[in-house]
């Protein structure tokens, strides 16, 4: 099993809808949680962090459940610049600053 | 916020020869960087763990002898590949993690882009 796991769609929605993307991890130790967002040959940038709480960032959502070890993220109003590949990643232990990255979720926004 | 340059943005060169990369932390000073690579429509892969001042920590199936890095500086690590081929061609993108701020939060360089021929 891998250590971080998304579906790597693509998701092609239009514009204005609602899309979820789901992201499982497997080590029930891990510590930090984020999203990143990656364009078509770019380098990946922070989107957000994941709190155990549940927190928003305008249009976008990120909830994390520790016992089912799964982590979300919702985008609310979807623009045509929402585009992209979403990654999920974990920090896997307290004891290092390691990202795992998951296989990153593709997003079509059409027009 | 923190920004990370990496030179050069691509590289292309022929197959035997080495490549150096370099990975700098423009406005803070970087402890640890981390070296991952990208093959296309792929996640980016952790090859090893920078320290300053120490020898690189290599993930496993990673060859140390092939990939070199070096981090001589809390500013400036490089990542050598020695003798590529055209199976090392791929998306190379390195992080910096800063002294202050979340202590885990990692920042980005752009990345650079290696073709072996």
């Known amino acids: 099993r891998k250590e971080v796991e998304q579906d790597p769609g693509p998701f092609n929605v239009p514009e204005g809808a609602t899309v979820a993307f789901n992201c499982t991890y497997s080590n029930s130790a891990s510590q930090s949680f984020f999203w990143y967002r990656q364009d078509c040959r770019k380098e990946p940038k922070l989107l957000m962090s994941v709190y155990s709480s549940g927190n928003e960032d305008g249009r976008f959502t990120a909830q994390l459940n520790r016992a089912s070890q799964y982590i979300s993220l919702l985008i609310r109003d979807s623009k045509l610049s929402d585009s992209a590949t979403y990654l999920c990643?974990?920090?896997?232990?307290?004891?290092?600053?390691?990202?795992?990255f998951g296989t990153g979720t593709r997003l079509k926004v059409l027009a | 916020g923190a920004v990370v340059s990496q030179h050069p943005s691509r590289v292309i060169c022929k197959s035997g020869t080495s490549v150096k990369i370099e990975c700098r932390s423009l406005d803070f000073q970087a402890t640890t960087m981390f070296w991952y690579r990208q093959f296309p429509k792929k996640s980016l892969m952790l090859m090893a763990t920078?320290?300053?001042?120490?020898?690189?920590?290599?993930e496993q199936g990673v060859e140390k002898d092939k990939f070199l890095i070096n981090h001589a500086s809390l500013t400036l690590s490089t990542l050598t590949v020695t003798s590529a081929h055209p199976e090392d061609s791929s998306f190379y993108i390195c992080s910096a993690r800063g002294t202050s701020g979340p202590s885990y939060e990692q920042y980005f360089g752009p990345g650079t882009r290696l073709t072996v021929t």
């Open positions: 990643v974990v920090r896997p232990t307290s004891g290092t600053y390691k990202y795992i």
């Open positions: 920078s320290n300053e001042g120490s020898k690189a920590t290599y």
